[in-house]
């Protein structure tokens, strides 16, 4: 009788553990500078990333020994 009353307890404390880690928490205002705050400013666009030529074969190849 003891060890299922043991083992209900130890179940019951995982349960609850893990029932509060999924809780929901409330996230903190990001604190921004006095001026105004950045919006528009993301540099989109500016980034290599899908400006490869495409469609055209890459360059030689050169094994370096």
């Known amino acids: 009788m003891k060890k299922i009353v043991f083992a209900l307890g130890a179940t019951?404390?995982?349960v609850t553990a893990a029932n509060a880690a999924d809780l929901p928490r409330r996230q903190?205002?990001?604190v921004y500078?006095?001026?105004?705050?950045?919006?528009?400013k993301m540099p989109i666009g500016k980034s290599p990333v899908g400006k490869a030529p495409i469609g055209k074969a890459p360059g030689p190849v050169a094994?370096?020994?």
Request: hydrophobic letters at 45%.
């Open 33 to 40: 500078p006095a001026e105004q705050a950045p919006i528009g």
């Open 12 to 14: 019951l404390a995982l």
């Open 28 to 30: 903190p205002v990001p």
């Open 63 to 65: 094994a370096r020994y």
